[in-house]
């Protein structure tokens, strides 16, 4: 690619005027690796995420400067302007040797891009040059406002080479999730029952509500109320103190049956609910109990103001050999829960990959100096420019 440079008359007189150049201006040079000869130390795989763990990048930054002094101007409106175009003649004469070193180095491939530079520039991806000038701005200023400064440190190009290297990463996180969790489905388990039936019948239950989607549970206690027989009362006939002593023994009976367990009740409901959906619900409790040499026993609950099913959930149900007895009773509550409610969602994690990448950097800076007016590199300056462009592309490979 040919690129062209119009340069302004310099205080000698010798070249063409042109108008300024206001704009900063970058070279941006990519060696397209797989259009490249490997050659040792040098990865022709792609740096990035999954793939090779760091990249190298070249950016290269160069100002041209200029003295305040200008014998020829008119006024100082003139000498900024015409130290603004020399400082960018220097900076574009640099730049084109900047320029032609790479290619001798990085070979004919390499593709080279003109872009306006930017604020705050980003990492770049391979080798990045930017080259403007600023005049006798910074010079001025640190002369305190005098014109007829030319000192050498003004007349000048910095070049700035800074080699970036990109260390690219990959890490699994685990979040905590959580997604909504009330249910249909539910089980729950008989923890503790205890009735004492007289003709009225009076009690209480403890259970376990469990969500069979969160797989959380709750207990939950109701006092019962209601009518009916106790199992011996019958035979007692009349006789109080029998049927209190009977009554006694069923009451231990029934906490052997606690200590056994009934298993878990499986039910479904018509509407997805959560923990505090059961709080204050009536429960309704029967049993019935025949024996007459083959005893029959036959025990449920059920929800009356909750659609579920199966409508009653039997709890007790089976068929032995017994004495003569009879029991029935049917009592109601209300549920009440206990204990904190441990949520109505579901807790889960997510993993994922989490990508990311740092920058360690390290840099270098050569400074060039012309004589009064001049914009070309003397031969020595010249030397020393090549030198260090050759240095830093060994380093970059």
Known sequence: MTTTHEFERDQSGHGAAAAPVRLKRELRVEAEMGEL???PGLSTARAGFGTAPQSYALRVRIV?????????????TEADRLNFQLSSKRAAAVHAIVDKELRARLGPNVRIEYAVSQLEPKTPHDIEIGSYGVGSTDARAAA????GDNSQINRRVEVMIEKITTTYTTKTV???Q???????????????????SIGGAAGSIELVLRNSLTKKQMFATADLYGGGLGAGVANAGENIKRQITNAVKNNLMQAAD???????LFFMTNAPMGFDDFDDQFIRVGKAMASFGVKAVYSYLTFPFISHS?????????ITVGWPDLEAWLVSGKLR????????????DKTSQVHSSHDRSWQETLLLTYPTGKWELLPSERSRLTDFVATWARRYR
Do not use: C
Not at 258 to 264: A, H, L, M, S
């Open 310 to 318: 199966p409508g009653m959930l039997v709890f007790q149900k089976k």
């Open 178 to 196: 959580r997604a909504p969790g009330k249910s249909l489905s539910w089980s729950l388990g008989i923890t503790k029952l205890r009735m004492f």
């Open 258 to 264: 606690d200590f056994i367990g009934r298993g878990e």
């Open 144 to 147: 305190h406002g005098n014109r």
């Open 337 to 348: 829960l206990r204990g904190p409610n441990p949520g109505d969602w579901l807790d889960y």
């Open 174 to 176: 685990t979040t905590p």
């Open 64 to 76: 041209g400067y200029a003295s305040p002094r200008w014998r020829g101007a008119k006024n100082a």
């Open 37 to 39: 000869a490997p050659s």
